[in-house]
């Protein structure tokens, strides 16, 4: 088994990134599964035996504000898996996209520094995974080919994010302040 979690977020509103940032981003977190994968997938397709793991993000199957090249770069992650699965499938190999939550880590605390307001609001909504629940999570749901858990509760918050976002919005306009991080 191969578990890609190669990753790093940088949060900010599309126009205030640098399109360094998003190459960047590319570079790191979905190129830095490609690598790996690359090394292992003929093996694996011998041998007629394998699971590839892809961590993505939550924010790698839907998007949310203030994370335009970091959702990208996730959901970069989905469309390779996908394509991937149906190539070594006849191989016995399987692949699985992990979509973890907001989980306590050094590069989360870093991210948290720079965040817009939205962008911090919405991660309020959810509670922080310790990275054992997540590891946890993610070999049990690779074990049985699926990753629905992460899935379903990233679905039902993403309509609560619109209206917080749509709520800084009015309050924006109600008192002619400028569109700010913090």
Known sequence: MLVNCAGMSISG????????????????????????????????????????????????????????????????????????????????????VAYPPDTDTPGFAEENKTKPLETRLISETTSICTPEQVAKQIVKDAIVVTMGLFRMISLFYLGSFDNIIRRCMIERAKYGTADKTA
């Open 13 to 96: 509103k599309f126009e205030d990134l640098e399109v360094s940032t998003f190459e960047k981003l590319m570079s790191i977190n979905y190129l830095g599964s490609v690598y790996p994968s690359r090394a292992v997938i003929t093996t694996m397709k011998e041998r007629r035996v394998g699971r590839i793991v892809f961590l993505a993000s939550q924010a790698g199957q839907v998007g949310l504000f203030g994370f335009t090249a970091y959702s990208s770069s996730k959901f970069a992650i989905k469309g390779l898996a996908e394509a991937l699965q149906m190539e070594v499938k006849p191989y016995n190999v399987y692949v699985t």
